[in-house]
Protein backbone atom coordinates (compact mmCIF):
# COMPACT_ATOMS: atom_id res chain seq x y z
CA UNK A 1 0.00 0.00 0.00
CA UNK A 2 1.24 3.82 -0.99
CA UNK A 3 0.10 6.58 0.75
CA UNK A 4 -0.43 9.71 -2.01
CA UNK A 5 0.58 12.63 -0.51
CA UNK A 6 2.13 12.94 3.02
CA UNK A 7 3.27 16.54 5.32
CA UNK A 8 6.58 15.46 6.62
CA UNK A 9 9.06 13.88 4.38
CA UNK A 10 10.46 11.59 6.91
CA UNK A 11 7.08 9.65 7.11
CA UNK A 12 7.07 6.67 4.93
CA UNK A 13 5.22 6.31 1.67
CA UNK A 14 5.01 2.74 1.21
CA UNK A 15 3.68 0.04 4.28
CA UNK A 16 2.53 -3.33 4.33
CA UNK A 17 -0.68 -4.66 5.55
CA UNK A 18 -1.15 -7.27 7.59
CA UNK A 19 -4.97 -8.56 8.37
CA UNK A 20 -5.42 -10.71 11.20
CA UNK A 21 -8.87 -12.60 13.04
CA UNK A 22 -7.28 -13.78 16.50
CA UNK A 23 -8.32 -11.20 18.74
CA UNK A 24 -10.66 -9.75 21.13
CA UNK A 25 -14.15 -8.78 19.38
CA UNK A 26 -14.48 -5.08 19.51
CA UNK A 27 -17.20 -3.14 18.79
CA UNK A 28 -18.10 0.52 17.17
CA UNK A 29 -19.59 2.68 19.74
CA UNK A 30 -21.91 6.31 19.25
CA UNK A 31 -23.76 8.62 21.00
CA UNK A 32 -27.33 9.37 20.12
CA UNK A 33 -28.93 12.97 20.63
CA UNK A 34 -30.24 11.82 23.97
CA UNK A 35 -26.47 10.95 25.52
CA UNK A 36 -27.27 7.09 25.57
CA UNK A 37 -24.55 5.28 23.66
CA UNK A 38 -25.40 2.59 20.86
CA UNK A 39 -23.42 0.32 18.55
CA UNK A 40 -22.93 1.14 15.74
CA UNK A 41 -20.88 -1.88 14.19
CA UNK A 42 -18.83 -4.79 15.29
CA UNK A 43 -14.81 -5.43 14.14
CA UNK A 44 -14.28 -8.84 12.28
CA UNK A 45 -10.74 -8.08 11.24
CA UNK A 46 -7.78 -6.06 12.59
CA UNK A 47 -5.12 -4.29 10.10
CA UNK A 48 -1.54 -3.73 11.36
CA UNK A 49 0.06 -1.28 8.93
CA UNK A 50 4.12 -1.19 9.12
CA UNK A 51 6.46 0.04 7.06
CA UNK A 52 8.43 -1.52 4.19
CA UNK A 53 11.99 -2.37 5.51
CA UNK A 54 13.35 0.67 3.31
CA UNK A 55 11.68 3.51 5.30
CA UNK A 56 12.21 2.14 8.32
CA UNK A 57 15.36 4.46 8.84
CA UNK A 58 12.95 7.34 8.21
CA UNK A 59 10.22 6.02 10.45
CA UNK A 60 12.97 5.38 13.81
CA UNK A 61 13.63 9.21 13.18
CA UNK A 62 9.75 10.40 13.06
CA UNK A 63 9.34 8.15 16.13
CA UNK A 64 12.43 9.69 18.02
CA UNK A 65 11.07 13.00 16.89
CA UNK A 66 7.49 12.62 18.31
CA UNK A 67 8.85 11.46 21.26
CA UNK A 68 11.25 14.24 22.10
CA UNK A 69 8.57 16.57 20.82
CA UNK A 70 5.89 15.46 23.22
CA UNK A 71 8.05 14.49 26.12
CA UNK A 72 9.85 18.24 26.74
CA UNK A 73 7.47 19.91 29.05
CA UNK A 74 6.30 23.81 27.65
CA UNK A 75 6.64 26.01 31.38
CA UNK A 76 5.60 29.58 30.89
CA UNK A 77 6.61 32.01 33.32
CA UNK A 78 3.33 34.42 34.25
CA UNK A 79 3.72 37.88 35.56
CA UNK A 80 1.40 38.95 38.57
CA UNK A 81 0.42 42.73 38.24
CA UNK A 82 -0.73 44.27 41.70
CA UNK A 83 -0.73 41.40 43.78
CA UNK A 84 -0.12 42.03 47.67
CA UNK A 85 1.17 38.66 47.94
CA UNK A 86 -1.77 37.04 49.42
CA UNK A 87 -1.49 33.82 47.08
CA UNK A 88 1.91 33.28 49.00
CA UNK A 89 0.79 33.57 52.29
CA UNK A 90 -0.65 30.27 54.64
CA UNK A 91 -4.51 31.07 55.41
CA UNK A 92 -6.41 29.27 58.50
CA UNK A 93 -7.48 26.11 57.45
CA UNK A 94 -4.49 25.44 54.94
CA UNK A 95 -2.73 22.71 56.96
CA UNK A 96 -3.54 20.18 58.93
CA UNK A 97 -2.64 21.13 62.52
CA UNK A 98 -3.26 18.19 64.14
CA UNK A 99 -1.21 16.05 61.75
CA UNK A 100 1.84 18.43 62.39
CA UNK A 101 1.70 18.57 65.96
CA UNK A 102 1.60 14.73 66.17
CA UNK A 103 5.01 14.65 63.79
CA UNK A 104 6.53 17.41 65.98
CA UNK A 105 5.61 15.03 69.32
CA UNK A 106 6.97 11.79 67.61
CA UNK A 107 10.09 13.37 66.43
CA UNK A 108 11.80 14.60 69.73
CA UNK A 109 10.72 11.14 71.80
CA UNK A 110 13.40 9.38 69.61
CA UNK A 111 15.69 12.36 68.81
CA UNK A 112 16.10 13.08 72.53
CA UNK A 113 17.31 9.59 73.38
CA UNK A 114 21.18 10.72 73.80
CA UNK A 115 23.82 7.86 74.66
CA UNK A 116 23.71 7.58 78.57
CA UNK A 117 27.57 6.77 80.50
CA UNK A 118 27.90 3.80 82.76
CA UNK A 119 28.61 4.36 86.01
CA UNK A 120 30.74 1.98 88.20
CA UNK A 121 29.29 -0.83 88.90
CA UNK A 122 30.27 -0.04 92.99
CA UNK A 123 28.52 3.41 92.45
CA UNK A 124 25.75 1.81 91.01
CA UNK A 125 24.93 -1.04 93.43
CA UNK A 126 24.88 2.24 96.42
CA UNK A 127 22.31 4.15 94.15
CA UNK A 128 20.24 0.73 93.78
CA UNK A 129 20.07 0.13 97.73
CA UNK A 130 18.92 3.72 98.27
CA UNK A 131 16.38 3.45 95.64
CA UNK A 132 14.96 0.47 96.66
CA UNK A 133 14.71 1.79 100.15
CA UNK A 134 12.87 4.35 98.91
CA UNK A 135 9.87 1.83 97.76
CA UNK A 136 10.49 -2.12 97.78
CA UNK A 137 9.40 -2.55 94.05
CA UNK A 138 10.34 -0.84 91.01
CA UNK A 139 9.41 -0.98 87.07
CA UNK A 140 13.12 -1.31 84.76
CA UNK A 141 11.18 1.58 83.07
CA UNK A 142 11.14 3.59 86.20
CA UNK A 143 14.89 2.74 86.88
CA UNK A 144 16.27 3.48 83.84
CA UNK A 145 14.48 7.72 84.52
CA UNK A 146 15.66 7.68 87.94
CA UNK A 147 18.90 6.27 87.24
CA UNK A 148 19.83 7.53 83.51
CA UNK A 149 21.82 4.59 82.67
CA UNK A 150 21.54 2.30 79.81
CA UNK A 151 18.48 -0.24 79.47
CA UNK A 152 21.28 -3.47 79.11
CA UNK A 153 23.67 -2.47 82.31
CA UNK A 154 20.78 -2.02 84.40
CA UNK A 155 19.61 -5.12 83.25
CA UNK A 156 22.75 -6.93 84.34
CA UNK A 157 22.91 -4.87 87.24
CA UNK A 158 19.15 -6.28 88.14
CA UNK A 159 20.46 -9.93 87.44
CA UNK A 160 22.82 -9.52 90.65
CA UNK A 161 20.77 -7.57 92.86
CA UNK A 162 16.87 -8.25 92.20
CA UNK A 163 14.01 -10.84 91.83
CA UNK A 164 12.00 -10.39 88.66
CA UNK A 165 7.93 -10.59 89.72
CA UNK A 166 6.12 -12.51 86.95
CA UNK A 167 3.04 -12.57 88.91
CA UNK A 168 0.79 -11.30 91.45
CA UNK A 169 0.28 -7.88 92.58
CA UNK A 170 3.58 -6.62 91.99
CA UNK A 171 3.95 -7.94 88.80
CA UNK A 172 6.92 -6.77 85.90
CA UNK A 173 8.75 -5.09 88.97
CA UNK A 174 11.83 -6.02 90.40
CA UNK A 175 12.42 -6.51 93.95
CA UNK A 176 15.76 -6.62 95.87
CA UNK A 177 16.63 -10.64 96.64
CA UNK A 178 16.20 -11.60 100.41
CA UNK A 179 19.52 -11.76 100.88
CA UNK A 180 20.17 -7.95 100.12
CA UNK A 181 16.92 -6.93 102.07
CA UNK A 182 17.12 -4.97 105.24
CA UNK A 183 15.27 -6.69 107.82
CA UNK A 184 12.70 -4.31 109.95
CA UNK A 185 12.66 -5.76 112.91
CA UNK A 186 16.80 -5.27 113.17
CA UNK A 187 17.70 -1.90 115.02
CA UNK A 188 20.16 0.08 112.75
CA UNK A 189 23.80 0.32 114.46
Known amino acids: MELAGTANSNMPR ?52 RTNKYSTKTRQIKIIDNDSGMRMRPMPGMFDMKSSVAVEKKAPAKGSETKRTRRDPEEMEKIMFKLFEQQPNWTLKQLVQKTDQPEQFLKDMLKLLCVYNNKGANQGSYELKPEYRRSEDKPDT
Do not use: W
Open 14 to 65: RYSMDMSTDFVPMSVLSVVPQGKPSVEGKIYHKFDMKPHNENIDDYAKLCRE
